[in-house]
């Protein structure tokens, strides 16, 4: 079992620009949650996403956006990259009450 | 607003004595709580959980208890190895969608 997997782990990129940040969900896990995690702080849920739709969302704006394919992957888009948006993004896939996290992607905004 | 919270942020113990890592909530109606081991540049990994209804899980050298009544759990971790030194986060849920997670608490066991 591979478990959750994410790439790319580290990433940089400059003010403005769009990133997509991908993950692979733990072997008959549904539903994929992404999280960002600034230094020193706990991980913040930013959305849900379950039958290919977002459940539920954190209090992030709208320049974040998801998606989830049939096969329960998934994607986080940022756009209008801001210098606060550097972060460890995680991605955690669950079923029922315990989520499973991946490794994060480290993305640095410059 | 922070509903999990973990106010040490730091703890220090000697190798082979017990470890007690402390979190307190606010919302009465989380019904799921984890916790999880997190080291530099890897994410977080589920170490144990408990639900609502019990008050005590065990788990090797890992134990949770959950006071209800006071909005507060614990981790003990008996013995300490040095292998545990890590930031260890307290989550909580309500049926599983959003997990809510304390800011950490970073673990250090001299050996």
């Known amino acids: 079992d591979a478990g959750v997997t994410q790439s790319p782990t580290h990433l940089i990129k400059t003010r403005g620009q769009q990133v997509t940040l991908r993950c692979s969900p733990k072997?008959?896990?549904?539903?994929v949650s992404w999280y960002q995690q600034a230094l020193g702080q706990g991980p913040q849920f930013i959305f849900q996403y379950y039958e290919e739709e977002e459940r539920q969302r954190g209090n992030f704006p709208d320049r974040f956006s998801g998606h989830q394919f049939p096969n329960y992957s998934s994607e986080l888009n940022v756009n209008a990259l801001l210098l606060g948006d550097s972060a460890l993004y995680l991605c955690?896939?669950?079923?029922?009450?315990?989520?499973?996290f991946g490794q994060g992607t480290r993305l640095t905004v410059v | 607003d922070q509903q999990v919270k973990q106010n040490s942020p730091s703890l220090s113990v000697q190798e082979g004595r017990i470890s007690i890592l402390n979190c307190d909530y606010t919302n009465s109606m989380f019904d799921y709580f984890l916790w999880y081991k997190k080291y530099p540049a890897e994410g977080p990994t589920f170490l144990i959980s408990?639900?609502?209804?019990?008050d005590k899980n065990e788990d090797g050298r890992f134990t949770v208890f959950l006071n209800k009544s006071a909005k507060h759990l614990s981790l003990h971790i008996v013995p300490s190895q040095p292998g545990d030194s890590a930031v260890y986060f307290c989550?909580?849920?309500?049926?599983?969608?959003?997990?809510?997670f304390g800011t950490g608490t970073s673990l250090t066991v001299i050996p």
């Open positions: 989550a909580a849920t309500i049926t599983g969608n959003q997990f809510y």
């Open positions: 408990i639900s609502s209804i019990k």
């Open positions: 072997s008959g896990h549904d539903t």
């Open positions: 955690a896939s669950s079923r029922r009450w315990e989520a499973f």
